[in-house]
């Protein structure tokens, strides 16, 4: 049996590029996975495919699910991945969205399904997003940072190339088979604070989705995800102050952040923010205002 199983073939896409959100690895604070299932939400997205877990995943370390279904039988649910496509019209591209867990084995023949794919319905450019453990403090803003592995995308997106050598996950794997098959890879990583590892970090993933709108050129709607982050940021500053030794600990990540680093945040300017405004108006049909 085939791994990769359509529904559907989507055809039409415009200019597609494919976000790719994993669970595991490159997942601190699920912040990359829920992004990418935020983004598939808030555009509506439209399931077409899905890549069987037989022969990529290891059931014992990533287990099957029971649940009941609608008439009270139960069934299991495997760790499957999911393809999404998100038609933006009023955009200049439309999106396709992966989501799943890091496979266990067979790593290069799973990436090279996820490669055939991406080239049999016109993508231009794979976008992985990722999160990793820092010291860092909750209290800063998000930093996220960008790669690519294609010299004109880091030329044209102001991306950095990346030097990191040392341990990799089913991400770097992927942008290696990108690289190899000429399709243009864009990673995006958001710094998420090690001592609150543990719970799902919003703030976060509205990050990544910021950063990612920017990248892609798609305006997406996360209203939703700013008042989870701002009720996450209230939370753990409750938690916080409630133990002076880690409020101890808090406080010295801020120092040694120092005032540079405050002082030389990029701020949007007002013409970043209303061009902004009127491609999220026209995307949602609106005329936006003279």
Not at 168 to 179: E, F, Q, S
Not at 223 to 251: C, G, K, M
Request: aromatic share 8%; charged share 25%.
């Amino acid at each position: 049996m085939q791994p990769l199983r359509w529904t559907y073939r989507p055809d039409g896409l415009r200019a597609p590029a494919l976000i790719c959100g994993f669970q595991g690895w490159n997942d601190a604070g699920d912040a990359a996975s829920a992004a990418a299932t935020f983004v598939g939400d808030a555009l509506g997205a439209r399931e077409f495919a899905t890549i069987d877990p037989e022969d990529f995943y290891d059931f014992q370390a990533t287990r099957p699910r029971i649940k009941l279904d609608d008439s009270q039988a139960r069934v299991i649910e495997w760790p499957e991945v999911h393809l999404y496509e998100a038609r933006i019209p009023r955009a200049p591209r439309d999106l396709i969205v992966l989501s799943g867990h890091e496979p266990s084995f067979r790593w290069r023949t799973f990436t090279q399904l996820i490669v055939e794919l991406a080239e049999a319905i016109g993508v231009q450019m794979v976008v992985t997003l990722g999160a990793l453990l820092a010291d860092v403090p909750h209290t800063r803003p998000v930093s996220v940072t960008g790669f690519a592995t294609d010299p004109a995308l880091v030329a044209r997106l102001g991306l950095s190339q990346s030097s990191y050598e040392g341990p990799t996950g089913i991400v770097g794997v992927l942008h290696d088979a990108c690289r190899t098959a000429g399709l243009p890879s864009a990673s995006l990583w958001a710094a998420v604070p090690h001592y609150i590892a543990a719970s799902p970090n919003p703030k976060a993933s509205l990050a990544l989705i910021r950063k990612l709108e920017g990248l892609v050129g798609v305006v997406i709607d996360a209203s939703e995800l700013e008042a989870a982050a701002a009720e996450y940021e209230r939370q753990v500053n409750l938690a916080v102050s409630h133990d002076p030794d880690i409020q101890a600990f808090v406080e010295k990540l801020e120092a040694a952040l120092g005032e540079e680093e405050l002082e030389t945040f990029d701020l949007p300017s007002g013409d970043s923010i209303e061009r902004d405004l009127q491609r999220f108006l026209r995307q949602r049909g609106q005329e936006p205002p003279s």
